[in-house]
């Protein structure tokens, strides 16, 4: 026991310390713990619940929640191949085969001598240059067999990350189109300035002019969201940067925070001059923890310029300054509501809306939460004007829209386009040139088919995110779809029963398909359930779950029929098997104690 | 060629039956009271422990309480998917599994050695095993994962006016909806 104690002090109160033990960074405390002990223990729960005045089953919920927080040892090494549908389609199956024969493991399964554990994870965000996994939260790109075999010698020798080739956790840009944002020439503090020329209220003023609307997905008018924000009772307001880029296939957030990070973060201390805000909050996702450094040391820059911190361009009063929290492998945070409760220190549940984040969000405090395209382009909109930018794209989506384009194509990277580009013509540029389908927006987005390519990305036709993954001509799916609605299953936070049991169930339905026990009457229920699931949903996770099944069986139905079974029904599993464990102890094999398949 | 405004007038004939469930939904079903006597205005029963008939003949309706749990409750099912144009699953054990679906997660031979071999006051060495007796599967299933069922009446039990409800509805011809106040899950 002592010996639990005194490691207890000694890890674990230097954490507790550094965030003044403060019960709302239990996410943090818990990530810094779980990056000293590789798990966390009991003896850590006891130790941090009794510390920050929490039930134990508070901190024990919010390790269950998240995908990344293990509450028993998972290796030292713990190696998580990505698993979006791009990463399948660059071979990721195979190459998990691969590492997990090297070390003899099933998926999931630690190695006898603690050593490692191999598993599979949602989409981590590298999908133009995937397959690519995470090993202990930090990312390794362009996977091969011999990269593979190399990184199995690697964790054998127990070679600390440090020391593994820098090339393997290289993450490029790949920017191959720019538009307005990344073309612009920024300096700091510039739009900032200018911001504070016009005051708050002009600055509003620009951002209404330009009739911007937020990047996140869901497209609401920046101005008017900041408006309301700033017109909400009460003395604190919070600005928040949604940088929980998890819908499979997006990674433009990703470059925005690895080449244009100032832009974000002067348009989140623009909006927090706005709003009348003293303090932002960035929630990076825990897939992208390796940026964690570099984006510190540049807000400390920031705050060296005086332009972050106190008296911010010597405006008495005008104070900001910006904290990074990390997620923890949870889809569900990109929700807004649920972002703030993982930033509040629990399990990121959707909160029932209204009343709105910008009456009641962040500690139930006005709070305005943008997506970090967002805020990067109301930096733009300050330096250059509101009439400016809306001069760009079309008359309801004004401006540029990045793109993250991965899948069938020679060049995937980041495109900024204006709103209004036609698929055709995205396709053209990336070197599309077989493609049968594209999935714009992520999983939770919207399938189209050859015969829609003439359709605009824009809010008024092709509303999206920013992913648009290629399926060339060679592609199932079928399959796709069924990737998809895995990640979903996966990813439902089981708060709401239409979005936790009709995932399942999606699921089941779509396995049984392939192992081509599928029937005209599963067919039919998995319309029901899209149906029931977009309509009962708590949040938009389950609203949207059942779209990419939904959209291939109107657009690629034939990779759904060739699959199904033409009897009236079949079970999804063998009867007379399931009667195998009962003849053995019975010791019976006559007549009776066996099932045919006919009804 | 009837009219829209007819309804036919042979009364529909309606199995019941119960595999591994605890006959509840049989006594929500007598609940009904006096409105059983509507309902037998309109239907007439084949199998069902109502009538004691043995095997299921061709009905429109069959009615199936409890869960798949062992090789006669297959076969029963299936001659009632055979024989009946309309399935209905009732109740939670027919509809999720329900309580004996609570053994899933444990090996029926665990079950079967625990239940034989390790209780005090069992005097047997062998576990049963005449040809006469239905072997157990290895886990118990809501009826459709077995055969096709067409509808399905949520609750423990279900109550006797959502059961009346549901079939006056489906008789009628209208899509069988029960409200709020109708569902019943305790």
Redesign the interface.
Known sequence: MSLVHSSAGEVLEPILERYSRNPRHLMQILRETQERLDFIPAWAVDHLAEALALARTQVQAVIDFYAFFYGSPRGKYRVLFSDNVTDRMQGNTALLSRMLSKFGLAQGQVSGDGLVSIDTTSCTGMCDQGPALLVNSYPVTRLSSQRIDQICELIKGRTPLEEWPAEFFRVEDNIRYKGVLLSTEMVNGQALKRAVELGPQGMLAEMKVSNFRGRGGAGFTTGVKWEACRNASGETRYVICNADEGEPGTFKDRVLLASFSERVFEGMTIAGYVIGASKGLVYLRAEYRYMLEKLQAALEARRKANLLGKDILGQKGFDFDIEIHLGAGAYVCGEETALIESLEGKPGRPRIRPPFPVTHGYLGKPTVVNNVETLAKASLIAQNGGAWYRGLGTKLSTGTKLLSISGDCDRPGIYEYPFGVRIAQILEDCGARNAMAVQVGGAAGTCLAQHEFGRKIAFEDVSTSGALMVFGNNRDMFEVARNFMHFFKHESCGFCTPCRVGTTLMCNILDKIANGKG?A?EMNELSRLHQLLSTASHCGLGQSAGRPVNDTLQKFRPSYDRRLSQK??E???D?DA???????????D?A??H?GTD? | MLSPRETPKRKLRVATTSLSGCFGCHMSFLDMDEKLLELIELVEFDRSPLTDIKHCGTCDIGIIEGSVCN?EN?HVL?EF??SCRTLISLGACAVNGGLPALRNEL???EV??EVYFEQPGVVSNT???D?EL??????ARPIN????VDYFIPGCPPSGDAIFKFLTDLIAGRTPRLDYQQMRFD
């Open positions: 029937t009457y009236d029904f079970p999804a599993f009867l399931a009667l195998a464990p009962a003849r053995e102890i019975t010791e019976r006559d009776d104690a099932l009804l | 090789s297959v299936r998917r055979r090996d029926v031979r079967l050695r576990i049963p095993n040809v239905p072997l157990l599967l290895d886990k994962e077995v055969v096709r």
